[in-house]
T-cell receptor, first 118, second 114 residues
Framework: AQTVTQSQPEMSVQEAETVTLSCTYD???????LFWYKQPPSRQMILVIR??????QNATENRFSVNFQKAAKSFSLKISDSQLGDAAMYFC???????????????FGKGTHLIIQP | EAGVAQSPRYKIIEKRQSVAFWCNPI?????LYWYQQILGQGPKLLIQ????????DSQLPKDRFSAERLKGVDSTLKIQPAKLEDSAVYLC????????????FGPGTRLTVL
């Protein structure tokens, strides 16, 4: 079974600074997706960024970028120029690409609570 | 485009009572998921539907939880009887068919069992 571990329950950063959230995962598969989701107090899960395991290039979405180390099974999220609106729970998630029968639900970590200091 | 709709947003019940949650996915999305998110944890998949068929229900506590997706659109998740440990947020998500498609989440239903 796949597992996703987020070792930082809470992180704090000053507005406009850069912060990195850590994630490690365990899988025996070679083809999968990794995701970072944001969950504000409203509870709506919002996709932040996605990485395909077969791509060596790290994904980037505006101020958000990832450092994907496949051999180390590490997938960190870097948020540059932090803004007050970035404050939320951040979840790392895994999805196997070729599970049998089309089962493709996400496996989530426990999350990191990101606090932005004004 | 309308997002995933869920109701109710909040529900408080006594233990051993029954409760049902409703989800309306994004139009055209064949795949529908129910996740359980206990406080302080990440969401855990309960069940996945492809149209009106069950694809994965390996983590659904079938002695008390049931779900259906009649006509391949709306879905209902039921708990009967509820236990204290069922207190959680129940999230519904939908996507187009295929693992490469994004899952879109609804706002969730917060259940409190007293």
């Amino acid at each position: 079974a796949q597992t996703v571990t987020q070792s930082q329950p809470e992180m704090s950063v000053q507005e406009a600074e850069t912060v990195t959230l850590s994630c490690t995962y365990d899988t025996s598969e070679s083809d999968y997706y990794l995701f970072w989701y944001k969950q504000p107090p409203s509870r709506q899960m919002i996709l932040v960024i996605r990485q395909e395991a077969y791509k060596q290039q790290n994904a980037t979405e505006n101020r958000f970028s990832v450092n994907f180390q496949k051999a180390a099974k590490s997938f960190s999220l870097k948020i540059s120029d932090s803004q007050l609106g970035d404050a939320a729970m951040y979840f790392c998630a895994y999805r196997w690409l070729y599970s049998g029968g089309g089962a493709d639900g996400l496996t989530f970590g426990k999350g990191t609570h990101l606090i932005i200091q004004p | 485009e309308a997002g995933v709709a869920q109701s109710p947003r909040y529900k408080i019940i006594e233990k051993r009572q029954s409760v049902a949650f409703w989800c309306n996915p994004i139009s055209g999305h064949a795949t529908l998921y129910w996740y359980q998110q206990i406080l302080g944890q990440g969401p855990k998949l309960l069940i996945q539907f492809q149209n009106n068929g069950v694809v994965d229900d390996s983590q659904l506590p079938k002695d008390r939880f049931s779900a259906e997706r009649l006509k391949g659109v709306d879905s209902t998740l039921k708990i009967q009887p509820a236990k204290l440990e069922d207190s959680a947020v129940y999230l519904c998500a939908s996507s187009l068919h295929g693992a490469y498609n994004e899952q879109f989440f609804g706002p969730g239903t917060r259940l409190t069992v007293l």
